[in-house]
């Protein structure tokens, strides 16, 4: 039995972070009609990425935030939560200040997800919460003090250019409890990502749990960035469409026609046609 994993942004999703109408009804016929078995893997939260993916049939638990949660659409609920221990958490409020930088702090509490800032201290971070809002309908919640949250936190999001993100990926890159990705946003050439999570969560363990949940011999995952690298290590095959990072373009498999051009939905669709032709 074979899964299908893809990464949204820059991936599956064209440069308007939209899934086209061809992509959607491709992945659906084929999830109907050849009993595709087919699932996401994202940085984004599940507000974002479950109404990009409406009207996409899922059956299995989506990958979300870099593997710090697994969202089941089925019974719409987690099915794993990791989230960062209370000292952990402070360390890097504390590090985060130091460094003259500002954050999106992501916790979850019964099964909900809020978002809070203390400041939208860019323009990139503005635009970012503007686009989640509007668009998708996301909560957020200013506070005066991350350190004055109660709820479980999970997820920091960090956006800002790559020379001043570069002092506290240094500094917390070897840090024990924490993994971070790192990496340019595909829709902005000068703005950077820097993302902070439980060491035990990332794209790597939310295939490793697929696979081990439901028994999938074969794991055929699609990327584009860095921060997809991981789920490819514990794939059988790594594709990346054509617009990829060239750091990933060097540790793949296959290159296929970019996410400006449905490349993810055009290669399963004529592999499952050549299946049928060679039955």
Not at 182 to 188: E, L, P, Q, R, T
Request: glycine share 4%.
């Amino acid at each position: 039995m074979e899964l299908f994993i893809s990464d949204l942004d820059g991936t599956l999703l064209n440069s308007g972070a939209e899934l086209s109408d061809f992509t959607r009804n491709t992945l659906n016929r084929l999830i109907s009609e050849k009993n595709m078995n087919f699932t996401v893997a994202t940085a984004r939260t599940y507000a974002s990425a479950g109404k990009i993916l409406k009207g996409l049939d899922l059956k299995y638990p989506v990958v979300l935030m870099n593997g710090v949660l697994i969202y089941d659409p089925q019974s719409e609920k987690y099915a794993v939560v990791n989230k960062l221990e209370s000292k952990i958490k402070a360390h890097i409020i504390s590090e985060i200040r130091k460094c003259g930088l500002s954050a999106f702090m992501y916790t979850v509490s019964e099964n909900q997800m809020m978002t809070y800032y203390e400041e939208l201290a860019n323009k990139q971070m503005q635009d970012f919460y503007d686009e989640r809002r509007k668009k998708y309908y996301k909560s957020f919640e200013q506070t005066a003090d991350f350190g004055s949250v109660n709820s479980d936190v999970i997820y920091f999001t960090i956006i800002d250019k790559k020379d001043r993100l570069a002092p506290l990926y240094n500094f917390l890159r070897d840090c024990k409890g924490i993994s971070i990705t790192y990496y340019n946003d595909v829709y902005s050439e000068d703005m950077w990502y820097l993302e902070i999570f439980s060491d035990k969560a990332s794209k790597r363990n939310g295939v490793k749990y697929l696979r081990e949940r439901y028994g999938f011999d074969k794991i055929t995952a699609f990327g584009d960035n860095t921060n997809d690298l991981p789920m490819f290590e514990v794939s059988d095959e790594s594709i990346v469409v054509s617009n990829a990072n060239q750091a990933v373009l060097s540790q793949c498999d296959h290159i296929i026609a970019s996410n400006e051009e449905d490349g993810v939905a055009k290669y399963l669709d004529e592999y499952f046609s050549k299946i049928t032709e060679d039955d």
